[in-house]
DNA sequence: TAATGAATAT
DNA sequence: CATATTCATT
């Protein structure tokens, strides 16, 4: 027994984290400030402070609002964002997107609760820009989604406080959660010492072709009120890096080319009511910078 | 040490 | 409320 193919399954975990394949970070796929937002481990180059430019990917393919012409077209200073510490910069909030979570439910599922643990969670996941606390934190509420299910069912009483009336879950609780199908095995501790091996799960297949993006821009931060009822969400989803080093293209704002993630600015306040969705606006007290991740192209 | 999980902060 | 960040254990 040597190379069987009978227990390749025996030894799949062997070959998930491969070694530069899945940690090489996608630091020529996104944008350069995207990756140094990212704050890049792999990066031992600390000083070199980039100076706090802030780029904005600019969508519109071939539409320009035109009229109204400015005269300052750099950036504008917005106060608070104007000045940066230079030195630990701050990524935008992850967006976990339906799709997004579907990956993460089917690490997890393939996992299994045991070894679902985030690091190994982000690995297979194996979308870049992931991290480790981005899988923690989502996974500390998924663990919770998971609790209230089992506590509803159970009957028991087992009372939160608070009343929270669960008894179907539908509510605004489950949002995102309820996109996605829990693997059943979930509910319940799998007693399977021996057999715990489903699928290698490959973590990255391969990309399909090109993505077709283009629009993509507009992405609207469904509030996660619009469930897709029966249909898919329409992402411009972008898969993880490739290895396709193509020089051939001239230096010419590829930005449209391949991107891991898309960086929003959804001005947020206390108040604010505004529900429409400006990238636009950078306004000093409000900028909040949210990072839409986009899973590999598969589902 | 580095990672995890829960608590806490934004 | 959804994530981020911090903290205590391991």
Do not use: C
């Not at 940066?84 to 976990?96: C, D």
């Not at 579907?102 to 996941?125: E, S, W, Y």
């Amino acid at each position: 027994m040597r190379e069987d193919d009978s227990n390749w399954f025996s030894r799949w975990e062997e070959q998930l984290p491969p070694p530069e394949e899945l940690m090489p970070l996608s630091q020529t796929l996104i944008t350069p400030d995207l990756a140094i937002a990212f704050d890049i481990r792999n990066n031992p180059n600390p000083p070199t402070i980039p100076p706090p430019q802030q780029q904005q990917q600019q969508p519109p393919p071939s539409s320009l609002p035109s009229s109204t012409d400015f005269a300052d077209s750099t950036e504008l200073t917005s106060g608070t964002a104007g000045e940066e510490p230079a030195r630990t910069l701050k990524r935008p909030r992850l967006v976990w997107t339906p799709q997004l979570h579907k990956r993460f439910v089917d690490a997890v599922a393939h996992l299994g609760i045991k070894n679902a643990v985030p690091k190994t969670i982000m690995q297979l996941m194996s979308v870049d820009g992931l991290t480790r606390e981005n899988v923690a934190s989502h996974l500390q509420k998924y663990r919770l989604y998971l609790k209230r299910m089992q506590g509803i069912s159970s009957g028991g009483g087992g009372g939160a406080s608070g009343g929270g009336s669960a008894s179907v879950n539908d509510a605004a609780t489950d949002h995102l959660f309820a996109s996605s199908p829990v693997p059943p095995h979930f509910l319940h501790p799998v007693a399977r010492p021996n057999s715990d091996h489903f699928m290698p799960f490959v973590p990255v297949p391969a990309i399909h072709h090109q993505q077709q993006m283009a629009a993509a821009q507009y992405h609207r931060p469904v509030g996660h009120f619009g469930s897709p009822p029966n249909g898919h969400f329409d992402n411009p989803f972008l898969s993880r890096q490739q290895h396709h080093q193509q020089q051939n293209q001239h230096q010419h704002q590829q930005q449209l080319h391949r991107i891991g993630a898309q960086v929003h600015h959804n001005t947020l306040g206390g108040g604010g009511g505004g529900y429409v969705e400006d990238m636009e606006s950078a306004n000093a007290s409000g900028g909040r910078k949210v990072l839409t991740l986009f899973p590999t192209g598969d589902d």
